[in-house]
């Protein structure tokens, strides 16, 4: 299978606390793009970084990549209980035209 | 960020029928694609939609079981013909901004009986 790698499968953490989720991938990209998604709902767009890009910052959000190792990581601080929801992480990759290949994803609950 | 809409937003269907599935973009996109969500799985590319010509479909999706129609800049149609429970998911649109960000319609949760 193609399909990129999270871990971990599922988190809960506190309200308050740092969330932190990694995305394995397998090959060369242009960029990554993490997602969110409630309840099996639509994706929300958080962030993408280029393949050229090592950290990139949104908010509360902090993305790192590290295209040597094929990895990147997702980081919440001060999570709230807003927060939890499914993460996805998707590599389009080098010629794939766009075409987006999704991590397996991050159960986040974030507990009041 | 362009807006995207789907149509319907959830439908309950029999097996052995099809259902036609919207996708309204509220600007002129260039990359248009589909992707299907089984339960408690992650997404799975279906197709790229294309304009003004064949769909190119990826592994494991053939036209005859999801045909996609892209008429213009804003607007395409997949079909889930002859349905059959292995077929509930959700299905999604997503277009592709100037800076390469994807963006996801809002999901069609169909459920096939």
């Known amino acids: 299978s193609q399909q990129g790698e999270e871990d971990p499968q599922a988190l809960s953490i506190q309200e308050g606390e740092n969330a932190t989720m990694n995305c394995s991938y397998k090959?060369?990209?242009?960029?990554l793009q993490w997602y969110r998604q409630n309840s099996g709902r639509g994706l929300v767009h958080l962030i993408l970084i280029r393949s050229n890009e090592r950290e990139k910052h949104s908010g509360r959000l902090r993305v790192t990549l590290d295209t040597s190792k094929k990895s990147s990581s997702l980081l919440i601080t001060a999570s709230r209980a807003a927060d939890t929801a499914s993460y996805f992480c998707a590599t389009d990759a080098m010629d794939s035209s766009y075409k987006l290949i999704f991590g397996s994803g991050t159960r986040l609950l974030v507990r009041p | 960020s362009a807006v995207i809409s789907q149509k319907p937003s959830r439908d309950i269907c029999q097996r052995g029928t099809s259902l036609t599935i919207q996708c309204q973009v509220d600007?002129?996109?260039?990359?248009m694609f589909w992707y299907r969500q089984q339960p408690g799985q992650s997404l799975t590319l279906i197709a790229t939609a294309n304009q003004g010509s064949e769909a190119t479909y990826e592994s494991g999706f053939v036209i005859d079981k999801f045909p996609i129609s892209r008429p213009n800049l804003t607007f395409s149609t997949l079909t889930v013909s002859n349905m059959s429970p292995e077929d509930s998911s959700i299905y999604l649109c997503?277009?592709?901004?100037?800076?390469?960000?994807?963006?996801f319609g809002p999901g069609t949760r169909l459920t096939v009986l």
């Open positions: 997503s277009v592709v901004a100037g800076g390469g960000e994807q963006f």
């Open positions: 600007s002129q996109v260039t990359m």
């Open positions: 090959t060369s990209i242009n960029n």
